[in-house]
């Protein structure tokens, strides 16, 4: 395994062998079962639902958690956590960066699934602007190519959700090049509002998530450019506040473990775990991903760990395909300039998986196998 860079222990942090004590959080309540009920904030997005995997398979409450799940809108996330309607929930390190300065509270526990290929800059087919790919086979040079379709944005108008990671990736794509937002016009929406106005024929460029890539491409348009021509990848996984890490280790790390278990089960059963997923996601949204789409994109354009070591390979160690710093200093560098937030926030306190990875790998081992 190659070396992993890690920060050194957070004091904060060393409270985890202390879980369950008092002061500093609430603790989790047990109920009558015997079983630690918990809050989890998820999103209507085919990567973010995976949770739902793991209720309708008991593995919650074999894990000793009595799981309620609540679907929200991605930017309402963090509002939700810090009002406590939720005790943790699936999200990303721009989740955590967008609100540690006014919430200091609000760390990154622990993630699995890098968003490797999975944002993805939509277009119309035969409109005003050329995919990568195109350029690529005029010009003979992907760089180039690349430089040529963020440029040809100049002026354009970009449908996203600012003030995420989708909005990020496409900063990140134009600070490459030297451009700004200054330099388009954005339409702030919701991923699903964002969508309906894209295709109804707002903006020349759409970018939200996955099920509204699958409905785009549906609808005839184009992917543009994606994945690290964009900018470094998102990663999903589980924010909460500190206290919950400091108060509840053993039910944070029973979560993470059904986590994995759950990559692991849609690893071996793509087509049941697609079935569950996609179902759901169309009953609750106008996504209209299928199964097929869904095989298509698992461990294909977003990559999940179905156990710890997966998880350090790809995240925590400086050669993974999304080190984690280079995904913050990404939002650092695109909140801080666009102004979403006042300050940088500082990784030693909000990052906490590298503690996390050590204290579950203690409990359950790197290399869990089976479902």
């Known amino acids: 395994m190659k070396t ?7 004091p904060v942090v060393a409270a985890l062998a ?5 002061g500093g959080g609430d603790t989790l309540e047990e109920g009558a079962d015997g079983l630690t009920k918990i809050t989890i904030g998820i999103s209507p997005f085919q990567d973010t639902y995976l949770p739902i995997i793991g209720q309708e398979q008991g593995w919650f409450e074999e894990a000793g958690l009595d799981v309620e799940l609540k679907s929200l809108a991605w930017n309402a996330i963090t509002p939700a956590l810090i009002s406590g309607d939720v005790d943790m929930a699936v999200n ?7 609100i540690a300065n ?26 005003s602007l050329t995919t990568i790919d195109d350029l690529e086979a005029e010009l003979g040079d992907r760089e180039a190519a690349r430089t040529a379709m963020i440029e040809s944005l100049a002026g354009k108008e970009i449908v996203t959700t600012l003030s995420t990671d989708m909005g990020k990736q496409i900063n990140d794509a134009l600070a490459s090049v030297g451009m700004d937002e200054t330099d388009v016009q954005f339409v702030d929406m919701d991923p699903d509002a964002g969508l309906a106005a894209f295709l109804s024929g707002t903006g020349d460029a759409y970018l939200g998530g996955v099920p509204q890539r699958a409905k785009a491409l549906e609808e005839g348009m184009v992917v543009a450019l994606a994945g690290p021509d964009l900018a470094p990848p998102p990663i999903n996984g589980v924010i909460t506040k500190r206290a919950y890490v400091e108060n509840n280790e053993e039910a944070l790390l029973a979560f993470v473990n059904v986590m994995h278990r759950i990559v692991r089960y849609c690893d071996a059963e793509t087509d049941a775990c697609g ?14 991903l299928t199964l097929d789409g869904f095989k298509e994109y698992w461990q294909n354009i977003e990559l999940y760990a179905g156990n710890a070591a997966d998880a350090e390979s790809m995240i925590l160690d400086e050669e993974g395909v999304a080190y984690w710093q280079d995904t913050w200093d990404s939002d650092n560098s695109y909140l801080v300039d666009t102004g979403a937030i006042p300050a940088p926030v500082d990784a030693a306190d909000h990052f906490l998986m590298n503690d996390v990875w050590d204290a579950y790998v203690a409990e359950y081992g790197a290399d869990e196998t089976g479902y």
């Open 102 to 127: 006014s919430d200091p509270d609000i760390v990154y526990a622990y993630g699995w699934n890098p968003f490797t290929e999975g944002s993805a800059l939509m277009v119309r087919d035969g409109g």
């Open 92 to 98: 990303n390190t721009t989740g955590v960066v967008s």
């Open 4 to 10: 992993v860079k890690r920060y050194a222990a957070i």
């Open 275 to 288: 079935t569950t997923v996609t179902d759901r996601l169309n009953e609750e949204t106008a996504a209209g």
């Open 18 to 22: 202390l879980a369950g004590c008092s």
